[in-house]
């Protein structure tokens, strides 16, 4: 069987965020999305998701580029003075890597931040991260016993075809490459991680090398490839283009919105018997 996870990213992050994840699950294909749980959409989003419970909602861990949810004080390690983490991810990599008070930090605020949603009364589907900072070998390390205490038993791990990207949209290629073998590396070691602990991951992902740019023809083009067992594509989604301050400048928000809603797609998707479902279902049918 052919199951599809379509994510949107980044929910709760604003009102425009929120309101495009509501219509693309109600109108267009969305299935999941992950919330931000410590910005300013937050409540609404949570709101939305008690409201939709056919949508699959899990927890995008931010610890870069984003609002913290423990007072600056307490993880000054990894915060600006005004609770904000740091933007650069290859800088903040770093630092959470080789500097021990970091990783103390990181373990109060990652707990935190699964309190926090667990606090809402919604379950979390899963867990991924803002800029996939989960998969960071000190987050991960510190995450995956917490994954076991607070039953959280599914975690987006990319694993993207180079060559079918870049069949479809040969552009930005030196980007694309260098992710897929930065990335490679590390979900190579999260699969054997999570699945020793018995943590559920999709089969195949689709994203992370187009994020940000995933347009009705890649999707068109890519949904034929689907393979058997379990893919997420993941979105990042808005009513209106985000400013420069709160999303990435370069992403076509709109645009990705667009896709999601379009019945081509979702016709296609009914042509190629490919079931959509959300994390739930993954973690279900291969934990139990």
Same mark, same amino acid.
Request: glycine share 6%; aromatic share 6%.
């Given at each position: 069987?052919?199951? #599809?996870?379509?994510?949107?990213?980044?929910?709760?992050?604003?009102?425009?965020?929120?309101?495009?994840?509501?219509?693309?699950?109600?109108?267009?294909?969305?299935?999941?999305?992950?919330?931000?749980?410590?910005?300013?959409?937050?409540?609404?989003?949570?709101?939305?998701?008690?409201?939709?419970?056919?949508?699959?909602?899990?927890?995008? #861990?931010?610890?870069?580029?984003?609002?913290?949810?423990?007072?600056?004080?307490?993880?000054?390690?990894?915060?600006?003075?005004?609770?904000?983490?740091?933007?650069?991810?290859?800088?903040?990599?770093?630092?959470?890597?080789?500097?021990?008070?970091?990783?103390?930090?990181?373990?109060?605020?990652?707990?935190?931040?699964?309190?926090?949603?667990?606090?809402?009364?919604?379950?979390?589907?899963?867990?991924?991260?803002?800029?996939?900072?989960?998969?960071?070998?000190?987050?991960?390390?510190?995450?995956?016993?917490?994954?076991?205490?607070?039953?959280?038993?599914?975690?987006?791990?990319?694993?993207?075809?180079?060559?079918?990207?870049?069949?479809?949209?040969?552009?930005?290629?030196?980007?694309?490459?260098?992710?897929?073998?930065?990335?490679?590396?590390?979900?190579?070691?999260?699969?054997?991680?999570?699945?020793?602990?018995?943590?559920?991951?999709?089969?195949?992902?689709?994203?992370?090398?187009?994020?940000?740019?995933?347009?009705?023809?890649?999707?068109?083009?890519?949904?034929?490839?689907?393979?058997?067992?379990?893919?997420?594509?993941?979105?990042?989604?808005?009513?209106?283009? #985000?400013?420069?301050?709160?999303?990435?400048?370069?992403?076509?928000?709109?645009?990705?919105?667009?896709?999601?809603?379009?019945?081509?797609?979702?016709?296609?998707?009914?042509?190629?018997?490919?079931?959509?479902?959300?994390?739930?279902?993954?973690?279900?049918?291969?934990?139990?």
């Amino acid at each position: 069987m052919k199951y #599809l996870i379509v994510n949107a990213d980044d929910f709760g992050l604003t009102g425009d965020v929120n309101s495009a994840v509501k219509l693309a699950h109600q109108n267009g294909i969305l299935t999941s999305a992950t919330l931000m749980i410590n910005e300013e959409g937050a409540q609404e989003a949570v709101l939305i998701a008690k409201e939709n419970p056919d949508l699959g909602v899990g927890l995008h #861990l931010s610890l870069v580029h984003g609002t913290a949810a423990l007072p600056s004080k307490e993880i000054s390690a990894i915060v600006t003075p005004n609770g904000k983490f740091i933007s650069n991810p290859v800088v903040a990599g770093l630092r959470f890597f080789f500097l021990r008070k970091c990783k103390n930090a990181l373990r109060k605020e990652i707990e935190a931040q699964i309190i926090k949603f667990l606090e809402t009364g919604i379950k979390p589907t899963h867990i991924d991260g803002h800029l996939h900072i989960h998969l960071h070998p000190s987050v991960l390390n510190i995450l995956l016993p917490l994954l076991e205490e607070y039953d959280i038993k599914a975690v987006r791990v990319p694993k993207e075809s180079l060559f079918r990207h870049l069949a479809i949209d040969p552009e930005n290629i030196v980007s694309k490459v260098a992710h897929a073998i930065i990335f490679g590396i590390l979900g190579k070691r999260a699969r054997k991680m999570l699945f020793q602990a018995r943590v559920a991951y999709p089969d195949y992902t689709f994203g992370l090398l187009q994020s940000g740019n995933m347009n009705k023809e890649f999707v068109v083009n890519l949904i034929p490839a689907i393979k058997e067992g379990f893919t997420e594509i993941s979105f990042h989604i808005a009513r209106k283009k #985000l400013s420069p301050e709160i999303g990435a400048p370069n992403y076509h928000y709109t645009e990705e919105l667009e896709t999601l809603l379009d019945a081509r797609i979702k016709n296609l998707i009914k042509k190629e018997n490919i079931q959509l479902a959300n994390y739930g279902t993954l973690r279900k049918i291969k934990i139990g």
